[in-house]
């Protein structure tokens, strides 16, 4: 009898034995496979996740003084000014402050042509719609004076950079001047901020 009672405990526990070898080899595998997974996700080269990672996280604050005004609008650089803080608080994580000393950044730009031309005429030689083009240079630095713009068509060192939009005026559809320029600005604006981003 004892010897049964024997070899059935031996019997249980290699059974319970196998058991939690079996558990350990599935514990294992699954560690392997998540392991896989995190790699497969993130990639080698750590590949970051959000909007925040298209910007530099080195900048936190940016100052923007009004824009110069070449043209002979005078309120031009103020609205442009206006709407490209409105947009680098609504779109970046930078916030926009009122001191250039106290800024990581300063963004200046200056707009150097503000023009209207006619774009389609009707068959008696009316004005049907008209373009009203903006040209602005930009330029954005750190504290040190070092350039931070980090996307640009053409090649450049330290030398501001021009960007250039257009926005159409028909009158037929109620539209004037001032709601084709603040057009334009608004497009601007946006333009400046998708300057701001780091390349891909």
Request: glycine residues 4%; positive net charge; contains cysteine.
């Amino acid at each position: 009898m004892m010897k049964v009672q024997r070899s059935n405990r031996k019997d249980q526990r290699s059974k319970i034995k196998v058991q939690s070898s079996k558990c350990l080899f599935t514990l294992l595998f699954a560690l392997c496979a998540l392991h896989f997974a995190l790699c497969a996700f993130t990639g080698c080269t750590g590949y970051q996740i959000g909007t925040n990672t298209l910007y530099n996280n080195n900048i936190k604050t940016v100052h923007v003084p009004i824009f110069q005004n070449d043209g002979f609008r005078k309120d031009m650089g103020e609205r442009l000014t206006e709407a490209v803080c409105k947009k680098i608080e609504q779109r970046t994580p930078y916030k926009v402050v009122h001191r250039a000393h106290s800024a990581d950044s300063v963004l200046s730009g200056r707009i150097a042509r503000e023009s209207q031309s006619v774009s389609l005429v009707d068959d008696y030689a009316g004005t049907r719609q008209k373009k009203v083009e903006l040209l602005v240079y930009v330029q954005w630095q750190d504290r040190r004076g070092n350039s931070l713009r980090t996307m640009s068509p053409i090649s450049w060192n330290d030398a501001p950079v021009d960007i250039t939009t257009t926005s159409d005026m028909v009158a037929e559809m109620g539209h004037s001047y001032a709601t084709a320029s603040q057009d334009a600005i608004d497009k601007m604006a946006d333009q400046i901020v998708d300057m701001m981003q780091m390349p891909w």
